[in-house]
């Protein structure tokens, strides 16, 4: 049976808001250039949507990192799926991700990420849910969205690999499970 989905943020919600968010940081960055990284593969839609409407010049690079297993709960373990293609000496990257749970998987990336000499390191969310942090030294400059703890799907966030081609955020009710 098909899973029902309850819509927490709605696409325009969601536009408005990354509208405003990459105005914040084109202000910000103003006379810089910026080195957007995309985790994959949840914070694809988010990325996009935010560089489209980035006034600086802008460069992006993938990596694809994991943390989850197929259920809902972190494992804790992360490990390095894809990296990065190019090197990030001496470049102001900004990190963009879908969403901050336990806060594991950025804790262990920036320490990683940090090594290779980039002259900053910023964060961006879509999401985040503060209160499953667990890792509180994981600061993020730019949020879209708070949102209670509650497991969410859609703009590039997945359950077991679907609904991440959702339009909007919502929240899903698991139907027989
Ligand atoms: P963290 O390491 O616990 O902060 O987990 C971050 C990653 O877990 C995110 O990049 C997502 O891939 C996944 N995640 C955490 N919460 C949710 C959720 O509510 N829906 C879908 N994926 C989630
Ligand atoms: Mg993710």
Same mark, same amino acid.
């Given at each position: 049976m098909a899973d029902k989905i309850h819509v927490l943020l709605t696409e325009e919600e969601v536009d408005r808001r990354i509208n405003e968010v990459a105005a914040q940081i084109s202000e910000d960055y103003a006379g810089r250039e910026i080195h957007l990284i995309c985790i994959l593969k949840g914070g694809v839609f988010f990325t996009c949507e935010l560089a489209k409407r980035l006034t600086v010049p802008v460069s992006m690079d993938f990596m694809s990192v994991s943390? #989850?297993?197929?259920?809902?709960?972190?494992?804790?373990v992360v490990r390095i799926v894809k990296d990065l293609d190019e090197p990030l000496e001496g470049k102001d990257v900004l990190i963009v991700e879908d969403i901050i749970d336990s806060g594991r998987t950025l804790a262990y990336l920036i320490e990683v990420l940090k090594q290779r000499g980039p002259k900053s390191i910023t964060l961006c969310t879509l999401?985040?849910?503060?209160?499953?942090?667990?890792?509180?030294?994981?600061?993020?400059? #730019?949020?879209?969205f708070t949102i209670p703890d509650e497991f969410v799907v859609g703009y590039g966030l997945d359950y077991d690999q679907k609904y991440?081609?959702?339009?909007y955020i919502g929240v899903v009710e698991l139907v027989g499970k």
């Open positions: 943390s #989850y297993g197929a259920g809902t709960e972190s494992s804790g999401l985040d849910k503060p209160e499953r942090r667990v890792k509180k030294q994981v600061t993020v400059k #730019y949020t879209c991440r081609n959702l339009p």
